[in-house]
């Protein structure tokens, strides 16, 4: 079976237009999981734009999948990771100006002392990077769990219809992820069109979707929309 996170950031996104309580994030997990998900992913930003860290410790308690937790490897958000025990890290660049997650995550001295740290506290490290040779090899070498894929240029060249080469990026990054033995995620930008290509190369084993998902729950709910999703990866299988 093919995993599906659903980052769930954007339910929070619309509570903070309003800096109210509603709608929970809580309350859209716990529908996720009834609908398929497999696990929950949500981003603790620096400025906490739209999950808080009492989202977080909500979702420790009542998440029955598992929690991904994505963060910026600095030492405010180990100390949180640390008190949280979320299933897994996925380490992320972050900027304050950027609307959303812009490229890949550079392993840098710094990321290998962040990862350390996590896993000596025995939480799964991800790396989020783009599809970079030499990155993989780094992620592997500092003994990262997972490699998440940065699906947003093949996403942006998916829309112009000129997305081959992106493809075969991804394609040549997950074969180096799996034979290094790392789980080969993706993430970034997917949606019920795009993903297509990327379940043909039969090769990722988790996808972390949550615009496009989110975006599709105001039509039809959320429930509907992450069943939609979690029966288009899972196709023949
Ligand atoms: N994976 C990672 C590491 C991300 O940073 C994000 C965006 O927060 C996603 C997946 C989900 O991206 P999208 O909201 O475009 O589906």
Not at 21 to 39: K, L, N, R, T
Not at 175 to 187: D, E, L, P, Q, T
């Amino acid at each position: 079976m093919i995993a599906l996170g659903v980052n769930i950031d954007h339910i929070a996104t619309i509570r903070q237009a309003r800096k109210g309580i509603e709608p929970d994030p809580v309350h859209g997990a716990f529908i996720a999981e009834q609908s398929g998900a497999d696990q929950i992913t949500v981003h603790l930003r620096e400025d906490r734009r739209h999950i808080q860290f009492r989202d977080v410790q909500i979702l420790k308690e009542i998440v029955q999948t598992k929690l991904n937790l994505e963060m910026a490897p600095i030492p405010e958000m180990v100390t949180i990771a640390k008190q949280i025990m979320p299933d897994t890290v996925t380490l992320v660049p972050e900027k304050r100006e950027e609307v959303t997650t812009e490229g890949g995550l550079a392993i840098t001295n710094e990321v290998k002392e962040v990862m350390e740290q996590l896993k000596s506290a025995n939480i799964e490290v991800s790396l989020f990077i783009e599809p970079d040779l030499d990155m993989i090899k780094l992620a592997s070498k500092y003994g990262a769990d997972a490699v998440e894929l940065h699906t947003g240029k093949y996403a942006e060249k998916f829309q112009e219809n000129d997305y081959e080469q992106e493809l075969k990026n991804l394609a040549k990054g997950a074969k180096a992820i799996k034979s290094a033995g790392m789980r080969v995620v993706a993430g970034h930008g997917l949606n019920y069109k795009n993903i297509y290509p990327l379940l043909e190369l039969d090769i990722f084993t988790e996808y972390n979707i949550g615009h496009s998902i989110i975006a599709k729950s105001v039509f039809v709910g959320l429930g509907n929309a992450v069943s939609e999703m979690k029966q288009i990866i899972n196709k023949n299988r």
